[in-house]
C-alpha cells in the first residue's frame, strides 16, 4: 500500500513533467512557425521583388546570344549523337582512367558556320565528344578532340563498353534561336523575390519557346537542371579549386569567368538509351578564346541531375 | 516416589496465575484497533475511485477508476510527441521505468518531423499552382519547381535538389511532376554528396568512391523522413505490446 502510494506520485510527477514538456515543444513550434512566416512576409515586398525582375530581365534581355538545338536532321549528315564516332585515321580512341572513354557525339563545325556565325569557333573542323565516368567532377570528364583531317568510317571501341553506355545513333542537324540566361547565371537568390512577375518586357523573349523537348545543342547558354552559376564554376575548376558558397567570389575569377561559352550541352535521351545518373546532363565549357585558336584540350564539364 | 503433574494434582489445571496477560491483551486491542484505522482509508480510498458498484447477492462488485493517464490507444499512439509522451507517463505509473526513458526519449526525436512539418506549413508545403516542372525556361513568367524550391528556402544556393523517394527519370519518369517534384520528395545537398549518390565523383583531385547503399539512404533522405522511420514503428509496435 505504502508502495503504490510511492507510484502514484511518481506517476503523477512524471505526467505533469511530459504535459510540461509537450506544451512548451508546442510553444516552441508557434514561435518558429510565426518568425518563418514573419520572415517569408518581409521577403515578399512587392516594391523590393518587382524592382529586383525588372532588373534581371533587362539583363537578361542584353545578354541574349544564339544558341544551335542539335535536332533530327533532315538530311543527315557528319554530326550526330551517339553511335561510333566516325574518327580521322590519324587519331586513335581516347582512354580514361579504367578503359576506352564513351563516345557522345561529333559535331561538323563547317555544317552550321555559314549560316550562323558563333564568331567564338574555328569556321573548319570536326569535334568529337567523348565522355569518362570515372573522372565525373573533374573538368575532363568529358574530352573533346578537335580534327581538321578527313573524317574515317565508324570505328568500334578497343573495347565493348557496358551496356548502360552503349547509345544509339541519331544524325543532327542544327536550329538556330536566341538564347537567354537563366536567373541562376545572374546568381539570382530567389529567396530574395517574389512572385512579381507582370506581362509586361517578357515578350520579346517569346521566340525562344521551344517546349519541353530533349535539349542537345551547341552555343548560348545552358539549361541548368540545379542552381549555381557555371561560367564561376569553370573558372574555380579550372584553377583546381572548389567554390564556397559562403564566401565572396574574387574579381580576378569573376573577370575570367565571362571568357567561358558553351561548347555542348547533352541532355538525357531515353530514345538514345543516353542516361546520365536520374535525367541528368553534360555541359562543356571551353575559353572563347582557346576555342578560337582550335585548342579544345582545356574544356571544363560540368554534370548536373536530379 | 512421589508422583508429579496433572496426575499428582487429581485432573485439575494449574492455578498459577499469568503475568503477561493484561500486557498482551492491550497490544492486540492497539493492533485490532490499528487494522480498522487501515482498512477505513482503503475503504475510503476505494469508494473515491469507485466509478460503478452493483451488489450480487452477499458480494459487492465495483468497477475503479484507471490509475495514471494510462496507456494511448492504437491510433493515439501514432500522435506525434503526444503518443510517446503518454506512453512515457504511463509506464512510469507502471513502474517501468527503462520504457519511460524510452518513450521520453522518442517523444524528443518526434520533435524532428513536426519541426519539419511547422517549418514546411510556413513555407508553404506543396506547389500548389503554375507549372509544376523542374525547371521552365528563363523566359517564361510562371516559376518551375525548381526555382519555387530556392525562393521558399527548401534549397540554399549551391545546393543541388536531390529527388531521394521518386527519382525523376527511371520508374519515376511516370510519376507526374506534380507529386514528385515537392518540398517532400526533394533534399538539398551539395554537389559532391549528390554526385556520390549517384556514382563515383572526384573532388580536389581525389576520386571518391559512390556511396554504399546505407550511406546513399542516410545523406539522401530528410532529416524528418529519418525521424519518422524511427518514431512511427517503435509507437506501432508499443501500441501493439501494450494492448
Known sequence: MIADGGHSAAGLAVT??????????????????????????????????????????????????????????????????????????????????????????????????????????????????????????????????????????????????????????????????????????????????????????????????????????????????????????????????????????????????????????????????????????????????????????????????? | MAASGSFERGGQPRTAPDEDAEAYEAAAQQQRAHNRKQQAELDQKQSQNVVRSKRLGDRLFTLNKPRGVGHPGQLESFIPIWGAAREAAADGDDGDYVGMVLNTGKAALDVIPMRAVAGAASKGMVKNSGPHAWRTKPWERVKGARQWLGEKGYLQAGDHGHHWAIPQNGWGKAVPDWIKNQPWNIKGLDAVTHGRIHGRYTVDGVRLPRFKQGERIWHGTPNAAKAAVVTTPGGFARARDDR
Open chain 1, 16 to 306: 505533469l513533467v511530459m504535459l510540461a514538456a509537450v506544451a512548451t515543444l508546442l510553444a516552441v513550434m508557434l514561435f518558429v512557425l510565426r518568425r518563418e512566416l514573419s520572415a517569408a512576409a518581409s521577403r515578399r515586398r512587392p516594391s523590393q521583388a518587382s524592382a529586383g525582375w525588372a532588373g534581371i530581365r533587362a539583363r537578361m534581355r542584353r545578354a541574349a546570344r544564339p544558341t544551335l538545338l542539335l535536332v533530327p536532321a533532315r538530311e543527315p549528315g557528319f554530326s550526330k549523337v551517339g553511335g561510333l564516332p566516325e574518327l580521322p585515321a590519324c587519331v586513335g580512341w581516347p582512354t580514361g582512367d579504367l578503359g576506352p572513354r564513351i563516345f557522345v557525339a561529333q559535331i561538323d563545325l563547317a555544317a552550321f558556320q555559314p549560316h550562323v556565325q558563333l564568331d567564338w569557333l574555328p569556321s573548319e573542323g570536326r569535334l568529337y565528344a567523348f565522355f569518362d565516368e570515372e573522372r565525373n567532377g573533374c573538368p575532363d570528364v568529358v574530352r573533346i578532340l578537335y580534327a581538321l583531317e578527313p573524317p574515317g568510317p565508324p570505328a568500334e571501341p578497343p573495347q565493348p563498353a557496358p551496356k548502360k553506355w552503349r547509345f544509339e545513333e541519331r544524325r543532327v542537324g542544327f536550329m538556330k534561336f536566341n538564347s537567354v540566361p537563366s536567373p541562376d547565371w545572374f546568381e539570382v537568390d530567389y529567396a530574395t523575390l517574389g512572385d512579381q512577375l507582370d506581362d509586361e518586357a517578357w515578350s520579346t523573349f517569346e521566340d525562344c519557346d521551344l517546349g519541353e523537348e530533349i535539349e542537345h545543342r551547341i552555343g548560348g547558354y545552358p539549361t541548368e537542371i540545379q542552381g549555381g552559376q557555371m561560367a564561376l564554376e569553370c573558372e574555380y575548376m579550372r584553377r583546381g579549386l572548389t567554390r564556397d558558397y559562403n564566401d565572396d567570389v574574387p574579381d580576378a575569377i569573376r573577370r575570367a569567368a565571362r571568357e567561358w561559352r558553351l561548347l555542348l550541352q547533352i541532355d538525357s535521351d531515353p530514345a538514345l538509351n543516353m542516361n546520365w545518373w536520374d535525367g541528368g546532363r553534360l555541359y562543356v565549357f571551353v575559353r572563347a578564346k582557346d576555342a578560337a585558336r582550335g585548342d579544345f584540350s582545356k574544356t571544363v564539364t560540368i554534370t548536373q541531375t536530379h
